[in-house]
């Protein structure tokens, strides 16, 4: 029970300390008859790392397209800064699960792509440009291209093209999903290094549980379809983390027993 | 126990118009029967082509595989294979996959389907015997994968990174059941993979390979009673051990 308050007073706290980037409202997602989302209601926070876990099948992409308008909601809204959510003119960026590179174009190109697109000066294009490959350790590969990468890097040019546009919010679909475990954390922590250097607002989702724990500031615990919000859980722990740290084990058993289904 | 595999120096040199590139360098290893053997290696080390090696998909540059002291010279239905992409015809159900190997062999309609059903009962898919590859889940596809490899009876199953498509959450439940599969049937695996976490799980032993050109670089007797607990202190320790001991493959 004291655990229980104390976690409680511990998300308040966290809420209150922080600004509301984007606000979901009551999002409903039906495919005819198939409910998928149910009244889903949260807020994400300004600078925040939020993960989002829940059990295979509970429709987390679909959740993610919804949040993306990639597909539209059947009912609800998304609000960011206040304002209904709108491509054309929020930045919200999105790192899918295979990597996206546009295959033509060059390392360097890739990155630029996106700010090209929106205008900006060209000194600032090359200064973010710059800037952003030097911190994802991409500098040297400027001219290559897509094909000539391996997968994981080709992955961190699709992170660098996202965090180049400084984004309103950083919308992530399991990126490290194929990766083996040693080359994960390593992208982890340059994920997580490139993210206390510029503080966009991401959303992580994730089927991996160790992977949330070890990433997020929060946790959102989905449930099985209609998918709503189960739980809610921050992640204190000081960075960097380690997997077998008992108080890291306690936080992933606690997250585990509230969607196991296997 | 008695050694059913014994690789002996084996390597692999692939020649190509840009030149060579050796991928495996002497490879030494014994498998005992009944021995849950894992091969851990990162991404690109050659793990997959000395698998197909010993499968006898793969020739080998130089050096032997032995199986029960008989020089492996091709694929046999004694060493099953699971793949991680499962191949799995799509125009045959379920039970049609299953039986393909046994009918090619010449094995009566009658026993072939006794003996399917049995296997489909043991992987736990009891009611999909008519469904078609599309219609199943990714963990159920690779139940199937299994169920064929054991439908030749083989001496050995031979895996390759079989769950390495599958979610998180599915792999944990995919790991737990292959161990509970295995439990009832036991045969001699050499089950290869990238996850260390997955190796300390199933393994009895544990080879890591290194980069290429992939040679082995350590072993791990993993004495740990099953069924293992993934947050237990001694399983974190062994995973910490041995992701030390593996190269990151950048």
């Known amino acids: ?262 | 126990m008695k050694e059913i595999i014994k690789c002996e120096n084996l390597c692999k040199t692939f020649f190509t118009e840009d030149g060579e590139e050796e991928v495996l360098r002497n490879i030494n290893l014994s498998v005992k029967e009944n021995e849950f053997l894992v091969i851990l290696g990162p991404g690109q080390c050659g793990k997959t082509i000395l698998l197909n090696i010993i499968a006898g998909l793969e020739t080998a540059t130089s050096g032997r595989v032995l199986l029960e002291g008989e020089e492996v010279k091709g694929p046999s239905p004694e060493r099953g294979m699971v793949f991680q992409r499962i191949a799995l015809m799509p125009w045959k159900t379920v039970i049609d996959n299953i039986e393909l190997g046994p009918r090619l062999r010449g094995v009566p309609k009658k026993t072939r389907r006794k003996e399917a059903l049995e296997l489909i009962n043991m992987v736990g898919l009891n009611g999909f015997e008519k469904a078609y590859p599309h219609e199943l889940s990714g963990g159920m596809k690779q139940r199937v994968g299994i169920a064929r490899a054991y439908a030749s009876n083989p001496k050995i199953l031979l895996m390759d990174e079989p769950f390495g498509h599958l979610d998180a959450q599915t792999r944990y439940y995919m790991e737990e059941e292959i161990l509970r599969i295995w439990e009832q049937d036991k045969r001699t695996v050499i089950f290869v993979t990238n996850n260390i976490e997955e190796a300390v799980y199933l393994g009895d032993r544990v080879l890591i390979m290194s980069k290429l050109p992939g040679t082995i670089k350590d072993e791990h007797q993993i004495p740990m009673e099953r069924p293992r607990d993934y947050t237990d202190q001694a399983f974190l320790e062994y995973r910490q051990e041995i992701s030390e001991q593996t190269e990151l493959a950048l």
């Open chain 1, 1 to 262: 029970m004291n655990q229980e308050v104390s976690s409680i007073t511990k998300l308040e706290e966290y809420k209150k300390s922080r600004e509301k980037k984007v606000e979901v409202r009551d999002l409903i997602k039906a495919f005819d008859d198939l409910l998928v989302l149910n009244e889903v209601n949260f807020d994400i926070y300004d600078g925040e790392f939020l993960c989002i876990v829940g059990p295979t099948g509970c429709g987390k992409t679909t959740f993610l397209n919804v949040l993306a308008k990639l597909l539209p909601a059947t009912e609800g809204d998304i609000l960011i800064d206040g304002v209904s959510a709108d491509p054309k003119k929020h930045n919200i960026a999105f790192v899918f699960q295979e990597p996206s590179c546009i295959p033509w174009q060059t390392v360097e190109q890739n990155i630029r792509f996106g700010l090209e697109i929106k205008r900006l000066p060209a000194n600032e294009i090359n200064k973010r440009t710059e800037m952003v490959m030097e911190l994802i350790g991409l500098t040297r590969f400027r001219n290559y291209l897509p094909k000539e990468l391996s997968s994981s890097l080709e992955q961190r040019v699709v992170i660098a093209r996202n965090f180049v546009m400084q984004p309103d919010i950083m919308l992530m679909d399991e990126p490290y999903g194929q990766l083996d475990v040693k080359l994960r954390y390593y992208l982890e922590d340059e994920l997580i290094k490139t993210w206390q250097e510029l503080k966009p607002t991401v959303l992580f989702i994730t089927h991996n549980i160790e992977e949330a724990v070890y990433m997020a500031e929060r946790i959102l615990i989905l449930s099985n379809k209609p998918t709503t919000i189960k739980s809610e859980v921050i992640v204190d722990l000081p960075r960097p983390r380690n997997f077998a740290d008992p108080s890291f084990v306690e936080v992933r058993d606690h997250i585990t027993d509230l969607i196991r289904w296997w």
